[in-house]
T-cell receptor, first 110, second 112 residues
Framework: AQRVTQPEKLLSVFKGAPVELKCNYSYSGSPELFWYVQYSRQRLQLLLR??SRESIKGFTADLNKGETSFHLKKPFAQEEDSAMYYC????????????FGKGTTLSVSS | ETGVTQSPTHLIKTRGQQVTLRCSSQSGHNTVSWYQQALGQGPQFIFQ???????GRGNFPPRFSGLQFPNYSSELNVNALELDDSALYLC???????????FGQGTRLTVV
């Protein structure tokens, strides 16, 4: 079964500390993975996707097929990074539908 | 260019009733997906429409149905509402074959 697991419900760090939000997936074939973010009072929006291999707002994520992981990392957290983060993959049996993890709340304090 | 808009923003219904939620897709996007997000959970895929045809369906019963119109706007209909249907319903539009989805602000449905 296709599945996304985010083991941490809440991650609290201090400003300037490194951040790693964990994501593991179960998928047969070549997955297409994303990180979506929801800031307070805003709608869900794309943060980054693995195929573009880009860095957005200082965040990066590398697909590790051996470990079936797609962890989100940032070397120095900022208070404005506080948000809910969802890892997602495309369900290839339903068009471009997304399978989401349960999400991790990142709280960055000074 | 306008974003994805959903209406209404909040709704309260009684168990057994029927509800219709509406979504206008982002300009130029012909693919619309609906998701249910229960409290503390990630969004769960309900179904997707592409050019007015259902293009995929998640694990939801037939009382969840939808439509897509020629202008690519969409409706989600839920019959025989149950208490567990209380959730945030999200609509997302995208271009075909593109994984990036643009989400609306959601409709908060409460079933009492």
């Amino acid at each position: 079964a296709q599945r996304v697991t985010q083991p941490e419900k809440l991650l609290s760090v201090f400003k300037g500390a490194p951040v790693e939000l964990k994501c593991n997936y179960s998928y047969s074939g070549s997955p297409e993975l994303f990180w979506y973010v929801q800031y307070s009072r805003q709608r869900l929006q794309l943060l980054l996707r693995h195929i573009s291999r880009e860095s957005i707002k200082g965040f990066t994520a590398d697909l590790n097929k051996g470990e079936t992981s797609f962890h989100l990392k940032k070397p120095f957290a900022q208070e404005e990074d506080s948000a809910m983060y969802y890892c997602a993959l495309i369900n290839n049996q339903a068009g471009t539908a997304l399978i989401f993890g349960k999400g991790t709340t990142l709280s960055v304090s000074s | 260019e306008t974003g994805v808009t959903q209406s209404p923003t909040h709704l309260i219904k009684t168990r057994g009733q029927q509800v219709t939620l509406r979504c206008s897709s982002q300009s130029g996007h012909n693919t619309v997906s609906w998701y249910q997000q229960a409290l503390g959970q990630g969004p769960q895929f309900i179904f997707q429409y592409y050019r007015e045809e259902e293009n995929g369906r998640g694990n939801f019963p037939p009382r969840f149905s939808g439509l897509q119109f020629p202008n690519y706007s969409s409706e989600l209909n839920v019959n025989a509402l149950e208490l567990d249907d209380s959730a945030l319903y999200l609509c997302a539009s995208s271009l075909p074959g593109q994984g990036e989805a643009f989400f609306g602000q959601g409709t908060r449905l409460t079933v009492v």
